[in-house]
């Protein structure tokens, strides 16, 4: 799947388009088809890895999760089996979980409580 990525810190020049693996999922994660990715300022803070402390959970000497974004929107590809709410081609809205998986791929994937319907 194609997923923005970087490698190391910095500005927008450290993002590059790139093939990756889709994310697998878990027995209560939820596995979306991303059609809309929200970006904010934390994930500016992550990419740069600055202010200072944001390094210590994004990782101390370069970046621990490379595919940048939090918030989706999306429809559900596959589910996990102890899923319950969601079934696959429900469009949801959410936000996805690092390191398993960020906002800016193809796909992404969570924790079924992460998710609700869109309205």
Not at 33 to 51: K, N, T
Not at 52 to 75: E, Q
Request: proline letters at 8%; a neutral charge.
């Amino acid at each position: 799947m194609q997923a923005i990525d970087q490698e190391r810190r910095g500005g927008p020049e450290v993002l590059v388009s790139r093939e990756i693996d889709k994310p697998g999922i878990g027995d209560r994660e939820v596995l979306v088809r991303v059609h809309a990715a929200g970006l904010h300022i934390g994930d500016v803070f992550g990419v740069r890895g600055s202010p200072f402390p944001i390094r210590f959970t994004s990782g101390l000497r370069g970046p621990k999760f490379g595919v940048p974004g939090f918030d989706i929107a999306g429809t559900v590809e596959a589910i996990g089996r102890a899923v319950t709410r969601f079934a696959p081609g429900d469009e949801v809205f959410g936000v996805c979980t690092w390191p398993s998986s960020g906002a800016c791929a193809e796909y992404a994937c969570a924790p079924e409580g992460r998710f609700v319907l869109k309205p």
